[in-house]
Each structure stands twice: as structure tokens, then as C-alpha cells.
């Protein structure tokens, strides 16, 4: 099973993504975290990613590619962030048939902006491990991760780079979604619930959609 994970910023994806990845046993593909350590050695894409803006699609489409090729395996993978765009949803198929697998969901949490930008007022993610920690509903028992690493606000997290986030995300994410509805892939789910009650309903959906495929 191969499922995509996506939602605009704030809306819960990296919690959602750890917690399905550990219900289903799906290895958790991170687009964000792989963004991240580009822009470690990138001034170029660090520049990009502070700004609010997405790496290039192509661009990033490759260094996804270039990432799955080096694991192997090509089964049970919970994708992250990615696909985005109409173009990175057909390579990644393409690329996924070549390997005899296929996408089987895409999970799309909807949030609003105002939700959004009142989130990211109090996310914090550690500068050790990048686990994310909301200040408000989900924060660190002691004041610092569980790894023991410092809390920190990142760049992008500002509300002006998130409004342009929000932004950018819909102008180019809905042609994705858009394309995908018709298709009986898409999935869209409340995220501006409690945590568990949009996991139990994600778990709830994909069990009911896949015992009806088979």
C-alpha cells in the first residue's frame, strides 16, 4: 500500500504522517525534512524555502526520484508533501508502475488559512532530531523535545511567509486535487479536529475503501 499525505501549511501532516505510518508499518518519505537538508547545502533553496516558495517542480521531482531509487523497496510508503503538482503526480506514477507498484490513496487534509496561521504561531521543531511540536495542542512535556534538543521557530513559520505559503500552496495544489477527484484516488478529510479523531477517521476511510476494492 502507497498512500500521499497532503495539506496546505499547519494542517497536520507530519503528526498525521507518524501516526499512520506507525498504524499501517509504511516507511514515512519525508519531503519536508528532505527539502530541509537540500537547503543545509544549498544557499540557493534555502532561500527559496525561507521565502514561503516551493523548490521548482522538476527540480524537486528529481531529487524525490533520486531518493526513492536509492532505497530499493517500493512498497508501503506513506508520501509526505509530495506529490504537489499534476507533473510530480504522474512521474512518481510512472515511475512507481516501472517498479511494478502503484498509488493507492492520496489523503488530503483541509484546514483553513486562519487555522493555519494560528498553528503556526506556536510550532516549534527541534534543531536535533526535527520532530514538530505545537505550543498549543501538542506541546513538549518539559519544555524541550523528548530527544533533549532546543525548540526552535523556523523561518518559513513567520505569519508573512506563511500567508505567501498558503498562498502558493492553493494556486498550484488545487490543480492537483482537482485532477485527482474524478479519478476516485482523493481523499479529503477534516483536519481542524482533535489529532486522534482525524486519525481514527483516515484509518476508518482507508480500511473501508480498500476491503471495498478487494
Known amino acids: ?17 507518524r501516526l499512520l505510518a ?22 540557493r533553496i534555502r532561500k527559496i524555502i525561507n521565502s514561503g516558495k516551493l523548490i521548482p517542480e522538476q527540480e524537486m521531482t528529481m ?13 508501503n510508503i506513506l508520501f ?6 499534476i507533473s510530480q503526480y504522474e512521474a512518481l506514477k510512472s515511475f512507481l508502475d516501472n517498479k511494478d507498484d502503484d498509488i493507492d490513496a492520496v489523503v488530503y487534509l483541509k484546514v483553513s488559512q486562519a487555522e493555519a496561521v494560528k498553528r503556526i504561531s506556536s510550532r516549534r521543531i527541534c534543531v536535533k532530531c526535527g ?20 525548540l526552535v521557530q523556523r523561518d518559513d513559520d513567520k505569519p508573512e511567509s506563511v500567508k505567501i505559503r498558503f498562498k502558493y500552496y492553493f494556486d498550484n495544489t488545487k490543480k492537483l ?8 484516488f482523493l481523499i479529503e478529510v477534516d483536519g481542524e ?3 486522534e479523531a482525524i486519525h481514527k477517521d483516515i484509518l476508518r476511510i482507508l480500511k473501508e475503501k480498500f476491503h471495498a476494492k478487494n
Open 1 to 17: 500500500m502507497n498512500i500521499v499525505l497532503l495539506g496546505p501549511p499547519a494542517s497536520g501532516k507530519g503528526t498525521q504522517a
Open 22 to 43: 506507525k498504524s499501517l508499518n509504511l516507511y514515512h518519505f519525508q519531503t519536508g525534512d528532505l527539502s530541509r537538508k537540500l537547503a543545509e547545502k544549498d544557499p
Open 63 to 75: 531529487y524525490v526520484i533520486d531518493s526513492l531509487s536509492r532505497r530499493g523497496d517500493m512498497r
Open 80 to 85: 509526505e508533501g509530495f506529490p504537489r503538482f
Open 131 to 150: 520532530r514538530i511540536y505545537n505550543l498549543i495542542t501538542n506541546p513538549p512535556a518539559s519544555g524541550a523535545c523528548k530527544c533533549g534538543g532546543k
Open 177 to 184: 486535487l482537482d485532477y485527482l477527484a474524478p479519478r476516485g
Open 193 to 195: 479536529r482533535p489529532i
